[in-house]
């Protein structure tokens, strides 16, 4: 079993679950509170979920690599989606926040994409 991949399966469980408890009540609902259209409340609510699908498929994904062979390109598309995701969560920080701690997510994605890293390097795989 690698060691890496099942840390990185569960950090991504726990990302998802505060994206779905913490993040609902202190993102979504809020937007859904707000005075934007019906129109812009739906998309908010569509991306929000989409997001979380996003989040799930991933932990699954990760999960199933654990029992697989050659999964390494599964592995690198989350690890890239990781990375993707960070830097979203740092460039926005630092344009609309001026820091990268009001919207500190992009240390999760940082750690699953690690993780993920050390796991494909542990097999030989790309890294």
Do not use: C
């Not at 408890?21 to 812009?40: A, D, N, T, Y």
């Not at 991306?47 to 699954?60: E, G, N």
Request: aromatic fraction near 8%; avoid cysteine.
């Amino acid at each position: 079993m690698n060691l890496w991949i099942t840390a990185a399966s569960g950090l991504s469980a726990l990302t998802l679950g505060a994206h779905i408890i913490g993040g609902g009540k202190e993102v979504h609902l809020p937007m859904l509170g707000s005075p934007l259209s019906p129109l812009l409340k739906g998309y908010a609510s569509v991306l929000w979920h989409m997001v979380t699908v996003v989040l799930l498929t991933d932990t699954i994904v990760l999960i199933l690599t654990l029992a697989g062979r050659n999964t390494e390109g599964l592995l690198l598309l989350i690890l890239m989606q990781s990375i993707g995701f960070a830097a979203l969560f740092v460039w926005y920080g630092l344009r609309r926040h001026n820091n990268i701690t009001t919207m500190p997510q992009w240390i999760a994605f940082v750690g699953i994409a690690g993780l993920i890293a050390g796991g494909l390097n542990r097999n030989g795989a790309i890294l």
